[in-house]
């Protein structure tokens, strides 16, 4: 089993800076190419989804927003798809087939981050401003770098190696999107759980 190849199919939270360092969806699919005893290249999909307020001017003021006076603020949604090449050191236990067997898994890659703005209508003043709605993406370099256990889970139950695996890891991916004066600090802790199949 330690030479099998095998998808990957992870789901945790993931932090983003340029949203204050908030969680939002994390997920991932990929694909363990074994090349040696101890060694894989893992090419991985990341896909993030962060949803968060920031104040619509700098500094922040409070307007009459839907009757309401309250500070001015717009949303945004972030969806980020990062494709990154891994290469994956698997730490040697003695055993072909540990019950738990960690890892390490550092990768490099690029981003593509689609997002979308949302202001309220106010009013300032004798003034009144209408909604606004922005759509736009930013692509950039990301990397990441990610402490990981798979645990067997035929030699958790039954002592014999099976084709599952179950999966937790945690670390930290990096990288900036940007699209003209338009730049995002991408960079967060990942935490995900997951399940692997052997093939």
């Known amino acids: ?22 969680a939002g969806f994390d997920a991932a699919i990929a694909y363990s190419l074994k090349l040696e005893r101890y060694f894989a290249f893992v090419p991985e999909l990341n896909f993030n989804w962060i949803n968060f307020d920031q104040c619509a001017t700098d500094p922040c003021k409070q307007v009459p927003v839907g009757g309401i ?5 717009r949303t945004r949604n972030h969806y980020t798809f990062p494709l990154l090449l891994n290469a994956r050191l698997l730490i040697p236990l003695g055993e072909d087939t540990p019950v738990v067997q960690p890892y390490i898994t550092v990768g490099a890659g690029y981003g593509w981050s689609f997002y979308r703005q949302e202001t309220p209508a106010y009013t300032e ?31 958790m139950t039954e002592g014999s190696p099976s084709m599952t695996n179950l999966i937790l890891e945690g670390g930290y991916r990096g990288g900036q999107v940007s699209k003209g004066g338009f730049s995002s ?15």
Not at 1 to 22: C, D, T
Not at 69 to 73: C, D, F, G, H, S
């Open 185 to 199: 600090d991408m960079s967060g802790y990942v935490v995900r759980l997951g399940v692997g199949f052997n093939i």
């Open 1 to 22: 089993m330690l030479f099998a190849n095998g998808f990957e199919i992870k789901a945790g939270v993931g932090s983003v800076r340029a949203a204050n360092n908030k």
């Open 125 to 155: 003043g004798a003034n009144s401003f209408p909604a606004q709605t922005v759509n736009d993406s930013a692509t950039g370099f990301m990397y990441q770098a990610i402490l990981g256990f798979s645990l067997n889970l035929g030699m």
């Open 69 to 73: 006076t309250k500070t001015l603020l």
